[in-house]
């Protein structure tokens, strides 16, 4: 395929809505699929919004937030999708239900289609052994939130090929973005890196280098960072945190990535982060204020 024209979304989640959002400002026409009339009608205010703020922000123009709500259609019919030129899939992160949805879409939509998943740990090969064209199956991670996130990674299984890959490159460029090439490994570049950093950032609050706040000064101020790793932590969510670095030492079966025990005594404990109120900080104070960790110490 020389060049991608229209593109599908499925998934409106946070991730989904995005990726469509960008791409539908991008010149693509998009076909945006969920399950729900609801959870579309949802992603469609939220796709609106974001647009509306650009516009008074003098990030785009009114005319061109028009024309990128007419370039954006909905559906609850995964037929929707069929004569798209790349398909991305944005659902939930289970390989089950994305090998699933790869083996539809390969019955579904045109032999030229072009199918990318939005996985940010799982194996894309794995995905792409549900359909009949693997080296017409990529990695296409966004960053959260798509609209602002320069990064996607572009994730090449051994079985892509470079017509595929060269062909989501583009489209990524095209959307205003700095793509990178990553091979599929767990994590590809950027997880595979900032996991283990945030488990350490634990680790060292679990033996007593530092407290929260001075932990996540020393990382800001000595590292640039614009966030600490425990207030970082707190965003995404402790849960996630220890799911992902399980996965890695599962899957890579060194014990550099053994999860600090205070992510599963935390986790227990519900909290959370910032989607409980609760985290390395306490969310209903203003400004929020580190908690004590001495209860989860040894």
């Known amino acids: 395929m020389s060049q991608i024209q229209s593109l599908a979304v499925i998934g409106s989640g946070t991730m989904g809505a995005g990726i469509a959002q960008v791409a539908a400002a991008s010149g693509y026409q998009v076909v945006l699929c969920d399950v ?6 949802k992603a469609v205010g939220a796709i609106t919004g974001s647009y509306d703020k650009f516009v008074q922000k003098d990030k785009m123009s009114d005319a061109d937030r028009q024309a990128a709500l007419g370039r954006l259609k909905t559906s609850t019919q995964l037929e929707a999708v069929a004569q798209s030129d790349l398909v ?5 992160e289970q390989i089950e239900a994305k090998r ?3 083996g539809q879409l390969e019955d579904l939509c045109k032999k030229e289609a072009i199918f990318a998943s939005n996985t940010s740990s799982l194996s ?3 995905m792409s052994q549900a359909t009949k064209r693997p080296d017409q199956v990529v990695g296409m991670h966004f960053f959260n939130p798509p609209a602002l996130m320069k990064l ?3 994730v090449r299984t051994p079985l892509t090929s470079q017509t595929t890959f060269e ?3 583009q489209v990524a460029l095209k959307m205003g973005k700095s793509p990178v090439e990553t091979r599929d490994t767990p994590g590809f570049i950027f997880n595979r890196l900032i996991i283990p950093y945030l488990n ?6 679990y033996e007593g280098a530092g407290k929260v706040a001075d932990i996540d000064a020393a990382m800001k101020l000595g590292g640039n960072m614009p966030i600490g ?5 707190d965003l995404i969510g402790i849960d996630v945190q220890l799911h992902a670095c399980s996965a890695f030492l599962d899957q890579f079966g060194d014990p550099k990535f053994r999860p600090c025990p205070l992510n599963r005594a935390m986790v227990r404990a519900g909290l959370l982060g910032k989607k409980t109120g609760k985290g390395f900080y306490d969310y209903s104070q203003n400004p929020p204020q580190p908690v004590s960790m001495d209860p989860f110490r040894l």
């Not at 991305?88 to 939930?92: F, H, K, R």
């Open 200 to 205: 350490e950032a634990m680790w060292a609050l």
């Open 88 to 92: 991305v899939e944005a659902i939930t």
């Open 36 to 41: 729900k009339d609801e959870f579309l009608h």
């Open 124 to 126: 894309v090969t794995e």
């Open 100 to 102: 699933v949805l790869f």
């Open 229 to 233: 790793p425990l207030s970082l932590l």
């Open 152 to 154: 996607v990674e572009v």
């Open 167 to 169: 062909a989501v490159w």
